[in-house]
């Protein structure tokens, strides 16, 4: 049922540029401080980088941190990446955006900016952002943002504090005239791995992405679950995926992207050049000072194993809905030590055990392969 390879085309690619920052989330994957952080890729570096990416496809390209804003040459890395026929997006707290500082984003290239909210009021979003004024200074750059025209999404963390305020968090994105908004399941790494009490539970994930879905059948901008790969499980038992046209969130890009997209369509580059299947899964997959871009990302031996359903073991490994959501990797690395196992958040289990399954080359009947 799920014996052929997965497709590899790189499609989204997230650089981190500096893993400097401006705050200290009580949520960040890299325990990112401010740094200055020995080894950081230079200038020249960073252009090359862009080019070998270019050489063989045209993927986004987030630029992330950290707080990327950090970086010096942030607008001459967007402006070359833009000039080699690269989307350039950029990932920001929101707290360093001015009126210059956006106009400056529109005039390099950047094609859209998140701005992440991790609640719909100060109180909430100061207490995950560990800053007092973080709601009020992302408030101000995102008003920079509009005056300066440019696109920008709301993204939001996921954990049980803040679950119940996802509605809200919906109706503030609406309100200040986002182009979408992504929520992020909450990964227990960095200093994640500090709030793994405020994890929410399998059933209340199901709850959470079963009412995001709801609200996405009506909500006026779009809305796209990540690091949440039983999202688009949901998506085809609903029978909704692809009937909503749109260019992002919905309708067909849901038909033809899937949940996790770790080492398949996506990647992350840390800010030493490491390459790893995404920001929360730290494997090392090759370096970009020493092997090229293209290389590794078409001959790691994780990527190559990430590509390969039968590596797959557990429920993961026989679900029906393998190849529209793959699991979490790095959920399953971070509590099993296996990134091939089961997805360890999943309530629903495959309509046909392992024993049960066809035999290789067969696909079971109406399944969403």
Excluded at 149 to 175: P, Y
Excluded at 194 to 203: F, H, K, P, T
Excluded at 227 to 232: D, G, K, L, S, V
Aim: with cysteine.
């Amino acid at each position: 049922m799920n014996s052929s390879p997965l497709p590899s085309t790189l499609r989204m690619v997230a650089w981190e540029v500096t893993r400097s920052c401006n705050l200290s989330c009580i949520h960040c994957r890299a325990s990112a401080e401010k740094g200055p952080y020995a080894g950081e890729l230079s200038t020249e570096e960073s252009k090359n980088l862009l080019e070998e990416i270019a050489a063989f496809s045209r993927p986004v390209v987030i630029l992330t941190g950290g707080e990327p804003l950090l970086r010096e040459d942030i607008y001459e890395l967007a402006a070359y990446g833009d000039g080699l026929g690269l989307r350039m997006v950029l990932a920001t707290n929101g707290t360093l955006v001015t009126e210059g500082i956006a106009r400056r984003m529109r005039e390099s290239g950047i094609q859209r900016v998140s701005i992440s909210l991790d609640g719909p009021d100060a109180e909430s979003h100061d207490a995950f952002r560990q800053m007092s004024g973080a709601f009020a200074g992302a408030m101000t750059g995102i008003a920079a943002l509009k005056k300066a025209g440019m696109e920008f999404q709301v993204n939001t963390t996921i954990t049980s504090t803040n679950r119940h305020q996802l509605s809200a968090m919906m109706d503030l994105a609406v309100r200040l005239g986002a182009a979408a908004h992504h929520i992020f399941l909450l990964v227990p790494t960095g200093r994640g791995r500090d709030l793994a009490n405020q994890a929410i539970s399998a059933q209340d994930y199901e709850d959470t992405l079963q009412a995001f879905h709801s609200a996405s059948l009506t909500c006026p901008i779009p809305l796209k679950a990540t690091c949440a790969p039983h999202y688009y499980r949901i998506l085809h038992q609903k029978g909704s995926a692809g009937k909503r046209p749109s260019t992002e969130g919905h309708g067909t890009l849901h038909a033809v992207t899937r949940g996790c997209l770790g080492g398949i369509s996506f990647c992350f580059i840390s800010h030493t050049g490491q390459v790893q299947p995404c920001g929360y899964l730290e494997l090392n997959c090759g370096n970009i000072r020493k092997a090229g871009f293209e290389m590794i990302w078409k001959n790691a031996a994780v990527f190559q194993k990430l590509r390969n359903p039968e590596a797959f073991s557990g429920k993961c490994g026989h679900c029906e809905f393998f190849r529209v959501c793959g699991g979490c990797r790095a959920r399953a690395y971070e509590l099993t030590g296996d990134y091939l196992a089961e997805e360890p958040f999943c309530i629903y289990e495959p309509a046909r055990k392992a024993a049960a399954l066809p035999s290789r080359g067969e696909t079971e009947p109406g399944s969403p392969e």
